[in-house]
């Protein structure tokens, strides 16, 4: 194994806090309030163009982060690497269930182009599916499972930290958001349903979800 050298993870360490600061400074209130005001023809087209920026600006970073020494540093075996795929593909499976309860068309940002939204601001309503049921951010959730569940290796290892502490650090901002948008509605359902990390003694029941979404009964 190679000698550890801070030169070795500098641009690729920069390069993706360089990252996370672009796409949480394009996901902010401040930044659509401004768009919304001063930029009026860009509102339909702006969740596309912020997703297609997340894809594009991803490439280089990850680029620059295969370069580094990828030489295990941790590799499970035997029933513990059954169990740590198990549960991968059980996260993933998960994530894919979860898709069907999100509009998509919505999320990417197609609706609002086709629909020529007036507003850069989310549309979707509140919802909440079975895993909201048990944690409030089911995906960021699921992608910890799958990220932590595989080997490391250095470059996997600062990829693995870098998405920890951004989800970590982010989820709190986009809370914020969520209480913008639904107000009371969702400091309830924040009340009884953990962030990131489901509890086995603190969740919803569906006829708690159907108390507090009436509309969504049938999830």
């Known amino acids: 194994m190679e000698t550890f050298s801070i030169s070795t993870y500098l ?19 401040t930044v659509k309030q401004w768009i919304d005001q001063k930029w009026p ?3 339909k087209g702006y969740r596309l163009v912020y997703n297609l920026l997340a894809v594009v600006l991803l490439i280089p970073v990850l680029s620059l982060t295969r370069q580094m020494d990828h030489s295990l ?13 198990s549960f ?10 979860t898709l069907k309860y999100y509009d998509m068309m919505e999320f990417l940002g197609f609706r609002q182009l086709k629909q020529n939204a007036q ?3 989310d549309q979707e309503s509140f919802i909440i599916s079975p895993l909201h049921r048990f944690v409030r ?24 930290i870098t998405v920890t502490l951004y989800f970590l650090i982010g989820s709190r901002f986009e809370e914020n ?5 639904h107000g009371d509605l969702y400091l309830k359902y924040k009340e009884k349903v953990p962030a990131l990390f489901p509890l086995p003694w603190q969740y919803l029941t569906q006829k708690e979800v159907e108390n507090l979404l009436p509309s969504k009964r049938n999830l």
């Open 11 to 29: 641009l690729p360490i920069s390069a993706w806090f360089a990252y996370c600061l672009i796409h949480s400074l394009l996901a902010s209130l």
């Open 41 to 43: 023809t860009a509102k």
């Open 73 to 85: 540093l941790w590799q499970w075996k035997g029933i513990w690497k059954i169990l740590a795929d």
């Open 88 to 97: 991968a593909i059980m996260a993933i499976l998960g994530f894919l269930w």
């Open 119 to 121: 507003s850069v601001m």
């Open 137 to 160: 951010h089911p995906w960021y959730f699921l992608l910890f499972v799958i990220l932590w569940t595989r080997e490391i290796a250095p470059s996997g290892l600062l990829l693995n």
């Open 177 to 181: 958001k969520l209480k913008e948008y």
